[in-house]
Each structure stands twice: as structure tokens, then as C-alpha cells.
T-cell receptor, first 117, second 125 residues
Framework: AQSVTQLGSHVSVSEGALVLLRCNYS??????LFWYVQYPNQGLQLLLK??????LVKGINGFEAEFKKSETSFHLTKPSAHMSDAAEYFC???????????????FGQGTILTVHP | GAVVSQHPSRVICKSGTSVKIECRSL??????MFWYRQFPKKSLMLMAT?????????EQGVEKDKFLINHASLTLSTLTVTSAHPEDSSFYIC?????????????????????FGDGTRLSIL
């Protein structure tokens, strides 16, 4: 079975500061990895994804994430936070190992990002 | 980009009412759609996988007779909450993944992300 752990349910940064949201996964084979953002009372919007190839992936709104197989991590970063980045962020893995989890997304618990002026 | 439309966005109704939620992929074909439930301040929980032309696959603990899923076409899946009660109040979200190009129609593209609808806030009084 696969699982996702997001360290820190709440992260608070000042506007202009570095954003770092942590995600670690557990899977028997390297999965596909995704970061989504959710604004209040809305669905999820894809920020970026990693499937194969370059381990540093760039997404929308200046976000990027690096897949580190040895650390089973896929942390999300942004060099300079903006007020509009305040939202909840979800890391997700898509299982590729077969069985009942094959193809399904498993989400982390979510991290609420607050940006202070 | 790929757009998923979910309707209605909000429903308030009396206990015992059945509520239907629609999920449409507007600019792509989706052999497979997913239905999630999200509790306040919680993550998304997969309820079921909806497959066009066949029965939905429900996750453990999800009552299939309570949450009826129909996937009548490659662009539409519906979730009906039957005889809804206050404990069914929640935020329901659907998602869809584009069908793999050139592949068997039953295969969705694994390296494509799921595209989410904007969710339905269901409140049962």
C-alpha cells in the first residue's frame, strides 16, 4: 500500500520569504507524484507533477518540486511567497505497483499555508 | 487545459431527500472518473472509481447502495446520495483523467494528472 505524509499541517511565512512544504511518500515502486492547491470551497488545482525524467519539476505560479528517490521525498518550494499563495496544499501519489491501489491517487493530510504581509 | 465541471456547487435539503451530483469532462474523454469526499479540515478520501459502461468500484467502507454512481458516457458521471441524512453532509469532489491516446478505451493515462471539479457542498438538515 502507498501512503503520503505531509510534515506540518500549518506553515506560516512572510510575504517575500521562501516557501517550503514537505512531502514524503511510501510506495513499493517509485510512484507518480503530484502537488495540488485548494482554495476555500473549491476543487483542487494541479500545481505540478513528476512522472519520469528530470527530477526537478517546475509548475505554475512559480512553484517547483524535486523528486528525491533516496529520501522518498517530493518537497514543494517557492522562492518568494505572495499573499495569493495562501491556500491549502496537497501532495498526492499515484500508485503503480498493481493491486487495488493501482492508478489511484492517495493524498497527504494537507498543509495550510498562511502568508503574512 | 482540461476542464471538469461539477454541478451543483451547493445543495441544502431535508433529511431523506436523494441528491444527484453531476461531473462532466468538458474538453476531453474520461473513461474513468473518481469521486472523493472531504470532511472539514481533512484530506480527500476516495469513495469510488467510476468506469464508463461498467459498474463503479467502491472503496472499503463506502456503501454502494447509499452512493449510487452512474457513468453513462465518456464525459459524464453522476453520484446520487440516496435518502441523505445529516451525517452525509460533506464536500464531494469529482475528478477525471484523460483517456490514454490510441490505447484501449478502458485505459486512462497514468502520467496525466487528475483534473478536479470545483466540488459540491452538501448540507442535509
Amino acid at each position: 500500500a502507498q501512503s503520503v505524509t505531509q510534515l506540518g499541517s500549518h506553515v506560516s511565512v512572510s510575504e517575500g520569504a521562501l516557501v517550503l512544504l514537505r512531502c514524503n511518500y511510501s510506495s513499493s515502486v517509485p510512484p507518480y507524484l503530484f502537488w495540488y492547491v485548494q482554495y476555500p470551497n473549491q476543487g483542487l488545482q494541479l500545481l505540478l507533477k513528476y512522472t519520469t525524467g528530470a527530477t526537478l519539476v517546475k509548475g505554475i505560479n512559480g512553484f517547483e518540486a524535486e523528486f528525491k528517490k533516496s529520501e522518498t521525498s517530493f518537497h514543494l518550494t517557492k522562492p518568494s511567497a505572495h499573499m495569493s499563495d495562501a491556500a491549502e496544499y496537497f501532495c498526492a501519489v499515484r500508485g503503480l505497483a498493481g493491486g487495488t491501489s493501482y492508478g489511484k491517487l492517495t493524498f497527504g493530510q494537507g498543509t495550510i499555508l498562511t502568508v503574512h504581509p | 487545459g482540461a476542464v471538469v465541471s461539477q454541478h451543483p456547487s451547493r445543495v441544502i435539503c431535508k433529511s431523506g431527500t436523494s441528491v444527484k451530483i453531476e461531473c462532466r469532462s468538458l474538453d476531453f474523454q474520461a473513461t474513468t472518473m473518481f469521486w472523493y469526499r472531504q470532511f472539514p479540515k481533512k484530506s480527500l478520501m476516495l469513495m469510488a472509481t467510476s468506469n464508463e459502461g461498467s459498474k463503479a468500484t467502491y472503496e472499503q467502507g463506502v456503501e454502494k447502495d447509499k452512493f449510487l454512481i452512474n457513468h453513462a458516457s465518456l464525459t459524464l458521471s453522476t453520484l446520487t446520495v440516496t435518502s441523505a441524512h445529516p451525517e452525509d453532509s460533506s464536500f464531494y469532489i469529482c475528478s477525471a483523467t484523460p483517456r490514454e491516446q490510441g490505447a484501449n478505451i478502458s485505459v486512462f493515462s497514468l502520467n496525466q494528472p487528475q483534473h478536479f471539479g470545483d466540488g459540491t457542498r452538501l448540507s442535509i438538515l
